[in-house]
């Protein structure tokens, strides 16, 4: 190429690249008047993190007006303006109109989306993407003032930064609606609204009027599941009223990482955070937990399968409605019988085994399966019956069938109702001659043989599939199963006052820790009624329970592994490795979140009852989980009841315990204060001595609270090496959990937000207890000064001074720290 012919061909080029469909971005954030997006033009929020375009999903041929993330490699929308008025082509254009609104006009110039916002004064306007991925319509000059917002207009995604709530200027509240299907990103039928009162409740329903599942609203969750992420907390909810409405806020620590809250199509809420390693979006929350607790999720005559990939499936003798909605994961429409009732003897029954009951049941009084199927057929609007003790019928469409293991609690038989063509009939088995029976006899001593192993591999392969599908229902296990995968019980990791607990392998590799109860006197439907509650209550910070076993007088549970093993082997091993204090501080926390779950916002209150380091379990990123829970008593929220057994570890009970006195939630503060001096020293807070007498820890603790010198109870194997706030912030709140009265005693939810800084803790008095040990006890005295190299003698608080810094001391700030 010659010089002449090189600066015409660039020049050719240059115009090729303008004329193209090529993807270009625009080198702002913001679109005045007489400015456009058309084809593959972009906005690009000014920090680089979300960009602003047409674009269509899928396969799908239809264009929409969207925010997605700019930095992640997976295509993500988070809001789409004209949702329910797709485009045909990429030929059209969003531009600032006339009178200063942004609309969408497709290729004929007609508009199809407007954001109509009528407090606009002026065509002074600018369309502007921000760093958050809120699209704001602001006046020029003006940045705050704003006529319309993204966030104001949610989609199906919640970001950081956003808010839902109810909105006082157009009377509406906000609601995060599901897309149709996965390429369709029209309202679906489940929307999740927030409860714009701040009573802290959530809502998912159907078709927006059918209320079907509701819960408190979700803690703050740490990324500890999430590889590359550790421990660290990540995000919380707040709830505040303006002159505009009443909204929760979702706020998040560390901006830089990416993270999304997406009412899904499913019919569940799910959180996301983005993997840059593994460019892959990681669920790290979701609730429902289980994808069949969604209600009609596979809609009428569709049955759920927690182990499925899809989870929806027809009964024998329906189809889906419609296939291709199937094939996108939407399942709402539900199935459609193949042949049609006659409504007369002809109509036949198949058996749906082990079977989660459908709702609306009806019961009769038929005291026999006979007569209650009888009773079924008579009626043609009857579509099924079950028959155990008592008979139930269902009339019209069966919803939220699902597929359960056998003997889990609640499953049922169910007979359907189909028409004669549809039902399976079993060959006759009548005069097929001589021959026929010397053949069918030693093939069914094969046949026989061959399905006892398919019996057992089908088992394994149900077992392996439940708790790959991480679905959260519980498994029941035969005892022969669980003596298989724990190799007849030879592992022991160990024991306590509730049983011994061992090692097992599923046969997909997963180790688990299976816990054999001993001395347990709950028949078997208690027990099984018992475990059913304790296998909803999930959290974070709690060992979560994955199956069980009852058979004769067995009972065991089957819980997740951890793999670091409980707290006490950390803490008083002196040949492991020491626990920095930033893994102690977090343990304490933790700790702190999972009882206050347990005591507040449970369905029922439950009150751990046996609460130290052994029943502290570690998983591998040191993440603590309260173990032993369930074992507890389950307590009405009136906490009215006295708990006649005394439970409970020497040197954790509070002292109600010996009084007789009602057990509440206090009972488990006090034993967290005790552990958590624990925690702090590295030692045992009962020890013996040499001598027989018995060394009792937190008395020389509280005092030295009470003096300032929290440093000396630190473990001496850190060296000094700890944040001094949280040191005298975690000793302050270990001495107030243990006061006497439990009235002075702070609440777990006080207790996690004194550790999170978010209220400040007040010098404790010495408990009169503590003093008492030390006054009256021939056996029982307290660690010297001379062990933290100070050689003071024990100084004695007179119990009249006690008793008035009791009365006068609050136990914390009724103001958060300044930061």
């Not at 189809?319 to 199937?326: I, L, M, Q």
């Not at 399942?331 to 085994?353: A, E, H, M, P, Q």
């Not at 329970?545 to 058979?551: A, P, Q, T, V």
Request: hydrophobic share 35%; net charge neutral; with cysteine.
């Amino acid at each position: 190429m010659d010089g002449k012919t090189r600066p015409f061909v660039c020049l050719c080029f240059l115009l090729f690249l303008f004329t193209s469909k090529c993807h270009v971005s625009r080198a702002a954030e913001t679109m005045s008047l007489g400015e456009s997006l058309t084809g593959k033009q972009t906005l690009i929020s000014k920090g680089g993190n979300f960009e602003l375009g047409f674009f269509k999903p899928g396969p799908s041929p239809k264009y929409y007006l969207a925010i997605w993330f700019k930095k992640v490699s997976k295509p993500t929308a988070v809001w789409v303006a004209n949702r329910e008025t797709p485009l045909s082509d990429d030929s059209s254009q969003a531009r600032i109109a006339e009178d200063g609104n942004l609309v969408i006009l497709d290729q004929s110039k007609g508009p199809v989306w407007s954001t109509n916002s009528s407090l606009i004064g002026s065509n002074s306007t600018v369309v502007e993407l921000l760093d958050s991925g809120n699209l704001v319509l602001r006046h020029r000059s003006n940045s705050t003032a704003i006529f319309w917002q993204s966030f104001d207009h949610p989609t199906d995604t919640w970001l950081p930064g956003g808010w839902l709530g109810f909105d006082k200027r157009t009377g509406e509240t906000q609601l995060l609606i599901s897309w149709k299907s996965s390429e369709d990103p029209a309202p679906g039928p489940f929307c999740l609204e927030l409860d714009p009162n701040g009573t802290s409740q959530y809502f998912i329903r159907r078709n927006r009027t059918l209320q079907y599942w509701t819960s408190g609203l979700w803690n703050d969750q740490s990324f500890s599941s999430i590889p590359e992420m550790g421990p660290a907390h990540y995000y919380n909810y707040s709830f505040e009223t303006t002159d505009k409405g009443n909204y929760f806020t979702y706020y998040a620590y560390d901006p830089s990482l990416i993270t999304r809250l997406v009412m899904d199509l499913t019919g569940q809420i799910k959180q996301f955070a983005w993997l840059e390693s593994s460019q892959q979006w990681n669920k790290f929350w979701s609730q429902p937990e289980a994808q069949c607790d969604v209600l009609s999720l596979c809609g009428p005559f569709g049955i759920c399968n927690a182990g499925g990939l899809p989870p929806c499936g027809c009964a024998q003798g329906f189809e889906p409605t419609s296939p291709n909605d199937w094939n996108l994961s939407d399942w709402s429409g539900g199935c459609v019988r193949k042949s049609l009732l006659t409504c007369d003897d002809k109509d036949g029954f198949s058996l749906l085994t082990a079977m989660r009951p459908p709702a609306n049941g009806q019961s009769l009084s038929a005291v026999s399966r006979e007569e209650c199927e009888f009773a079924c057929r008579s009626d043609c609007s009857c579509t099924a019956f079950s028959f155990s003790n008592r008979c139930f019928v269902w009339k019209g469409d069966l919803l939220n069938l699902q597929n359960l293991s056998e003997g889990d609690p609640g499953a049922i038989d169910l007979s359907l109702r189909l028409a004669d063509s549809d039902v399976s009939k079993s060959e006759n088995s009548g005069s097929k001659g001589l021959l026929v029976g010397a053949i069918v006899g030693p093939v069914a001593g094969i046949a026989a043989l061959l399905g006892v192993v398919f019996m057992v591999r089908r088992r394994t392969q149900r077992i392996t599939t439940t708790f790959n599908s991480g679905s959260g229902s519980l498994v029941s296990f035969s005892y022969r199963d669980l003596q298989r995968i724990t190799k007849n019980f030879s592992e022991k990791l160990g024991c306590g006052g509730f049983g011994s607990v061992f090692r097992g392998t599923l046969p997909n590799s997963s180790i688990v820790a299976v816990k054999k109860l001993e001395g347990l006197g709950q028949g078997e439907k208690q027990f099984r009624a018992e475990v059913s509650t304790i296998g909803t209550v999930q959290h974070l910070n709690l060992s979560r329970l994955r199956g069980f076993c009852s058979e004769g007088s067995q009972r065991l549970l089957v819980y997740d592994y951890m793999s670091r093993g409980s707290l006490d082997s950390h803490l008083f091993n002196k040949n492991s490795e020491a626990l920095k204090w930033e893994t102690r501080y977090q343990v304490a926390l933790g700790t702190a979140r999972g009882l206050a779950y347990l005591h507040e916002e449970c369905r029922d209150c439950i009150i751990h009852c046996d609460i130290k380091p052994e029943n502290i379990l570690l998983d591998e990123s040191f993440c603590p989980k309260v173990a032993d829970f369930g074992l507890a008593k389950l307590v009405g929220r009136e906490f009215s009841r006295v708990l006649t057994t005394m439970r409970g570890t020497r040197g954790y009970l509070a002292p109600e315990w010996i009084s007789g006195l009602a057990i509440t939630t206090k009972a488990d503060v006090y034993s967290y204060g005790m552990m958590v001096f624990e925690i702090i020293s590295g030692r045992r807070n009962v020890e013996q001595s040499g001598d027989g007498k018995v060394l009792f820890f937190p008395t020389w603790a509280a005092k030295r609270i009470m003096e300032g010198e929290v440093l000396s109870l630190l473990d001496n194997r850190l060296l000094g090496e700890a944040d001094m706030v949280e040191l005298c912030r975690v000793c302050r709140v270990a001495c107030w959990c243990i006061q006497d009265d439990e009235e002075d005693r702070p609440s777990m939810v006080q207790v996690v937000k004194v550790l999170e800084g978010l209220l400040e803790v007040n010098i404790p008095p010495v408990p009169r207890s503590l003093q008492l040990f030390e006054l009256n006890s021939d056996h029982i005295v307290t660690i010297t000064d001379s062990e933290s190299s100070s050689n003071q003698t024990s100084q004695t608080v007179s119990r009249n001074s006690k008793a008035k810094s009791s009365k006068s001391s609050s136990w914390a700030s009724a103001s958060a720290p300044s930061s």
